[in-house]
DNA sequence: GCCAAATGAGAGTTTTTTAGTCACCTTTGA
DNA sequence: TCAAAGGTGACTAAAAAACTCTCATTTGGC
């Protein structure tokens, strides 16, 4: 009931594509380095990654990797479901064969809601807005932390 | 990102407890061989549910178990966090270990809000509503097949 | 006290999934 | 033709999940 290590990286790898000017491509190794992923890991990811023609990619001398769509077209979702497949948050909900009382099951009708809220929220900003409440919250971090002798309260943080 | 055979185990066998008359007991034997779930896997499960207290055991001649709570207080939330621990949608959502972006990252308030909702609709009913759905469902669906000849439509399930 | 019926618990196995590694292939521009 | 980029498949390792087996413990009734 986790996301994976190829989900966290392909939207590691998502967000640096969206921060850079459109347009612009950048190469695995440089998102690899930046962003503590393994490099050969990388390379399937980016690999599925086009396939779903999320991006573009360019071979050779000068190549790279570049968004397909524009950032505030992209979600969440859509990065997840490119590299993990379509999300079921349990087997009944994939189709009718797994649990023969789909038919009737209250549970199966909770945990269609719980996922269709789920993608509902993943999908709720675009690759764009993150990259933006990112630059900001940075920003903000920032000028807590070169002020911190001041005692001034930190950033909240919700570990429920 | 899907939930366990443990977690659908308990479920089931959870359910099977709220559906009894109030204070009744049953055996594990029971309730696997009616929800087809491995006894010995059973076994194990229902030992989790009563550390986590929400079943009283009983062994011995005449022995079994019973809902140590109210089937109007228990919740689908409280039977998967007995036997998978607290639900986690991401690493990053168990503690700032895992990732040094966690303080102003926004993919990780969006994880936020969307594990925060999922519990939410997870224990928006409890153990007693859902049987009480089930029971009606299921008149509906066998008056519905009863009266299949005439073509009426079936019950609308949803596999988005 | 003994027996049978019930749950409890631990070690171990198998299978599946995830994560990562390695080696080599293909494309492409200078 | 070379070097720099991405593409791919086979493989291994580690972790998690699912399951099995065996024996221990509790308990009520005879």
Redesign the interface.
Do not use: D
């Given at each position: 009931?986790?996301?994976?290590m190829t989900?966290?990286y392909a939207?590691r790898a998502m967000?640096h594509l969206a921060s850079l000017p459109p347009g612009d491509s950048t190469q695995i190794t440089e998102i690899a380095s930046l962003w503590e992923i393994p490099e050969n890991i990388l390379r399937k990811i980016i690999s599925q990654l086009a396939k779903a023609q999320l991006i573009f990619t360019q071979r050779g001398i000068g190549g790279g990797i570049r968004l397909a769509q524009p950032a505030d077209k992209l979600t969440?979702l859509d990065v997840i479901e490119a590299v993990?497949g379509k999300?079921?948050?349990?087997?009944c909900?994939?189709?009718?064969d797994f649990c023969s009382r789909?038919?009737?099951?209250?549970?199966h009708?909770?945990?269609?809601?719980?996922?269709?809220?789920?993608?509902e929220?993943?999908s709720?900003?675009s690759l764009a807005?993150?990259?933006a409440?990112?630059d900001f919250?940075?920003s903000?971090?920032q000028s807590l932390s070169s002020s911190q002798a001041n005692g001034l309260n930190n950033?909240e943080?919700?570990?429920?």
């Open positions: 009931m986790q996301l994976t989900g966290e939207i967000l969440l993990e999300i079921y948050l349990t087997k909900l994939i189709g009718p789909t038919s009737w099951c209250a549970v009708l909770v945990w269609c809601e719980a996922q269709q809220k789920m993608k929220i993943l709720s900003k807005e993150l990259v409440i990112n919250r940075k903000q971090v950033i943080l919700n570990y429920s």
